[in-house]
């Protein structure tokens, strides 16, 4: 039964490894905003999942017999540790994504340099739009030089950037709502003729402008959402392959109290992180700065924008890591 639950907990961490090369090679197909971003992301990564695997299956000694209690307790806590697993591999995954970056880039709010915005620019070809994207900067262009174009220049830009935006999140692998499916139908059915009353214009692009916000704003706090989980699900990770450690007797004397003891503070400390998520997070994605973009919001939101959730786990499961060679 043990060589059983062994096995399943490293399809779980190889699903991990699967999905981490996944959406590695979605930051890299297209719409990744820099590689020197990209691929740290992906070894700390892949180094929480070999710190973990050493947790888990290194200074076992078969030949040690167990009690049947004991055994009973650690078959048991394997269902919540392999549940807590799974949250822990998703937040990872969540995590390397380079979603919120790009899009920041698309809609040339925050202070990113024009480099980026030129490398994003570059991969629009690579997405189902309709015109293509030259094409439909052309048009805009010519009916921004005319002083009563036939249609409004805006809503058609807002109505393009909206369908970028949707390709891009698709992309990505995000789920698509269907709510951000009815905001791009209802953007593209507005009336895009040009009226030479000044106040119906400004109401219609103001309804554009709504409508487009919605479509980038949802999907993008839903992608935030998801790394929310990753310093509690760390955390529980380390203490449950404290408990189930303990349970097997890894370590003898008082090394086997010290070095447990000292997993199960490093996961509460980890846990305790996750304090960091309380708070708003509705954040403005159309912000003229990062700090605009962020104001008022949760403080794990400021963690993601550095890079750092995933070197803060690494450095807390190297201690550990290092916690067992004494």
């Not at 890299?28 to 929480?48: D, K, N, R």
């Not at 809503?155 to 995000?174: D, K, P, R, S």
């Not at 959402?225 to 404290?242: D, Q, R, V």
């Amino acid at each position: 039964m043990g060589q059983r639950y062994g096995a399943f907990t490293l399809i779980i961490i190889g699903e991990g490894f699967i999905s981490v090369i996944r959406a590695f090679n979605l930051a890299i197909s297209g719409f990744s905003i820099t590689s020197a971003v990209t691929y740290p992301q992906v070894i700390l990564a892949i180094s929480i999942m070999y710190l973990l695997f050493t947790f888990l299956f290194t200074h076992f000694d078969p030949k040690i017999k167990i009690g049947t209690r004991c055994a009973l307790v650690w078959e048991a806590i394997h269902f919540p540790m392999h549940f807590n697993l799974l949250l822990l591999l998703a937040a990872l995954v969540v995590s390397m994504s380079s979603y919120i970056r790009t899009i920041e880039a698309i809609t040339n709010g925050t202070d990113i340099t024009l480099l980026e915005q030129h490398n994003v620019a570059r991969y629009f070809d690579q997405l189902y739009l309709e015109p293509d994207y030259n094409t439909e900067m052309s048009l805009l262009r010519n009916l921004s030089t005319v002083d009563i174009p036939v249609e409004d220049p805006t809503i058609l830009a807002y109505q393009y950037l909206g369908q970028i935006m949707f390709q891009v999140t698709n992309n990505y692998g995000i789920e698509l709502e269907d709510s951000m499916v009815r905001n791009l139908e209802n953007l593209y059915a507005l009336n895009t003729t040009w009226s030479t009353d000044e106040s119906a214009r400004t109401t219609m692009q103001s309804e554009a402008y709504l409508l487009l916000r919605d479509i980038i704003q949802e999907p993008a706090t839903s992608s935030l959402s998801g790394i929310l989980w990753l310093f509690p699900t760390a955390g529980i990770a380390l203490i449950f392959c404290a408990i189930r450690s303990m349970l097997w007797h890894r370590y003898k004397g008082i090394c086997h109290s010290i070095i447990h003891g000292i997993w199960v503070l490093l996961g509460l400390v980890l846990c305790s992180l996750g304090l960091l998520d309380i708070g708003k997070k509705d954040f403005d994605i159309f912000a003229s700065s990062v700090e605009a973009e962020l104001s008022g919001i949760n403080p794990m939101y400021w963690l993601i924008h550095t890079r750092t959730p995933l070197l803060i786990v690494v450095a807390v499961y190297l201690f550990a890591y290092i916690a067992t060679l004494m």
